[in-house]
Nanobody, 115 residues
Framework: QVQLVESGGGLVQPGGSLSLSCAAS????????MGWYRQAPGKQRELVAT???????KYADSVKGRFTISRNIGKKTLYLQMNNLKPEDTAVYYC?????????WGQGTQVTVSS
């Protein structure tokens, strides 16, 4: 069983930055895919960014050039650096992990972008 715990959400003004962290209960190098998803009120959960075990990354078009996904294997932690935040980035952000056919989710952390 893999446990994922997010932290770092909060309220930020448009144009500001936030950094999210996701602490894993296992060696994250054993996780095939890790990533961040988000869900805004009344909308479906959507992919934000993923990173494979190989280190290859993928981003949603809406966040390319503004968000950066990274990891620290020694600290068993996944990160999401979010810059130039926009009101439409407001959502609950979830950490995700996949090993084989098993998916794991964190409890989510709220990010609100508002003046």
């Amino acid at each position: 069983q893999v446990q994922l715990v997010e932290s770092g959400g909060g309220l930020v003004q448009p144009g500001g930055s936030l950094s999210l962290s996701c602490a894993a209960s296992v060696n994250i190098f054993s996780i095939d895919v890790m990533g961040w998803y988000r869900q805004a009120p009344g909308k479906q959960r959507e992919l934000v960014a993923t990173i494979l075990r190989t280190g290859s990354t993928k981003y949603a078009d809406s966040v390319k050039g503004r968000f950066t996904i990274s990891r620290n294997i020694g600290k068993k932690t996944l990160y999401l650096q979010m810059n130039n935040l926009k009101p439409e980035d407001t959502a609950v952000y979830y950490c995700y992990g996949n090993i084989g056919r098993d998916d794991y989710w964190g409890q989510g952390t709220q990010v609100t972008v508002s003046s």
